[in-house]
């Protein structure tokens, strides 16, 4: 299946959502694209690395928040901007992120020990990508959130080795994510 009939769903919706929803018992994760169901888990299902599967929660909650400002931020900016085409690589690439750690977790409750590393690799991308959104991406996110509205002015202008950077994390082809975001272009809705 291709990346853009995977993520198709969040980019195409006329309404921002956050696709994450964690209250430090349970984790639910919804809307990451159309063949990915939502899952709920709480942390009691979980018998071993319960700090690491917290921990990867608050991170995979943060980045929900920052692809949730990002799309607000692309809803005004118009297909036309190109730091519009950055902000959806980059969204197609946290998204892939969360993708990925949803489908970890259910692996690692049916097979806690051969999925340890696997567990450990993603809390780790999850980490360096909220890093990366924290530093080069959105460094004023408690700006944003506070704004009813926002706008190209409200953002630093995101470079292309950033943009590289992020889709590496997200684990992301750029030639695949740059056919997403041409055909992302054609859509009637984003």
């Given at each position: 299946?291709?990346?853009?009939?995977?993520?198709?769903?969040?980019?195409?919706?006329?309404?921002?959502?956050?696709?994450?929803?964690?209250?430090?018992?349970?984790?639910e994760i919804s809307g990451l694209g159309s063949d990915v169901p939502g899952i709920k888990f709480s942390l009691a299902d979980f018998k071993t690395e319960v700090q690491k599967i917290r921990d990867a929660s608050e991170f995979s909650e943060l980045l929900?928040?920052?692809?949730?400002?990002?799309?607000r931020l692309c809803k005004e900016l118009g297909k036309e901007d190109d730091e519009w085409k950055k902000?959806?690589?980059?969204?197609?690439?946290?998204f892939n992120l969360l993708t990925?750690?949803?489908?970890?977790?259910?692996?690692?409750k049916s097979d806690p020990e051969g999925q340890k590393p696997r567990l450990y690799n993603v809390v780790g991308q999850l980490q360096d990508f909220t890093l990366l959104a924290a530093r080069q991406i959105l460094p004023n996110m408690e700006d944003l959130e506070s704004k009813s509205t926002v706008s190209?002015?409200?953002?630093?202008?995101?470079?292309?080795g950033t943009v590289s950077k992020a889709l590496e994390l997200g684990s992301l082809?750029?030639?695949?994510?740059?056919?997403?975001?041409?055909e992302l272009e054609s859509e009637q809705v984003i």
């Amino acid at each position: 299946m291709r990346l853009f009939d995977r993520l198709k769903g969040p980019f195409t919706k006329a309404k921002c959502e956050r696709s994450i929803n964690y209250d430090k018992r349970t984790f639910e994760i919804s809307g990451l694209g159309s063949d990915v169901p939502g899952i709920k888990f709480s942390l009691a299902d979980f018998k071993t690395e319960v700090q690491k599967i917290r921990d990867a929660s608050e991170f995979s909650e943060l980045l929900d928040n920052y692809q949730y400002q990002m799309c607000r931020l692309c809803k005004e900016l118009g297909k036309e901007d190109d730091e519009w085409k950055k902000y959806v690589a980059i969204r197609a690439s946290m998204f892939n992120l969360l993708t990925s750690f949803q489908g970890t977790l259910i692996a690692f409750k049916s097979d806690p020990e051969g999925q340890k590393p696997r567990l450990y690799n993603v809390v780790g991308q999850l980490q360096d990508f909220t890093l990366l959104a924290a530093r080069q991406i959105l460094p004023n996110m408690e700006d944003l959130e506070s704004k009813s509205t926002v706008s190209k002015g409200d953002v630093q202008e995101i470079s292309p080795g950033t943009v590289s950077k992020a889709l590496e994390l997200g684990s992301l082809d750029e030639t695949e994510v740059n056919q997403f975001v041409e055909e992302l272009e054609s859509e009637q809705v984003i």
